[in-house]
């Protein structure tokens, strides 16, 4: 799906970029370790154009956290240019809990998700985060409708 967002940028830098955006992914939406902000992030970063990149992340997180147990994320592609970074990802998780209205379907959900960031010297320093919450309302719906697993 990222293919078309650009040149392959597998230099070195490049890749340490990608493993970087992939760990700090990690880091905060599932082991949510705050202590390690400062390593991925600048301290004026921004996500979604808003100054209060930790306060949004840590809310992101702590609400996927409770609604979804044993909560996993698994990076799908990611593409790199020079100091940009372009993620695609899944969230998999047992909906135990309401998130965004929806009812717990006690059943395992995927949540598609998208990270597109920017770095200098190796830390982030703006991000656009996108959850497809429209997609996991209807994934959810069904499974209460079927029991199954969407």
Known sequence: MLAGCGGSGDDAAAADD??????YLRTFLIARDWQRWP?????NATINGSDLALQIMR????????SFADLAL???????EPQHVATAFVLEG????PFNDQPPTHQT?????????RLEGG???????FLDVWGLSQRAAAAARSGRPQ
Do not use: C, M, W
């Open 94 to 97: 047992r909906h135990e809990h």
């Open 123 to 129: 830390k982030v320093v703006e991000s656009r985060l």
């Open 39 to 43: 390593d991925y992030f600048a301290p």
């Open 109 to 117: 959900l995927r949540i598609d998700g998208f990270a597109f960031d």
């Open 59 to 66: 809310g992101t997180a702590e609400g996927l956290n409770y």
């Open 74 to 80: 698994t990076v799908e592609e990611q593409i790199a």
């Open 18 to 23: 990608k493993r970087r955006v992939a760990e």
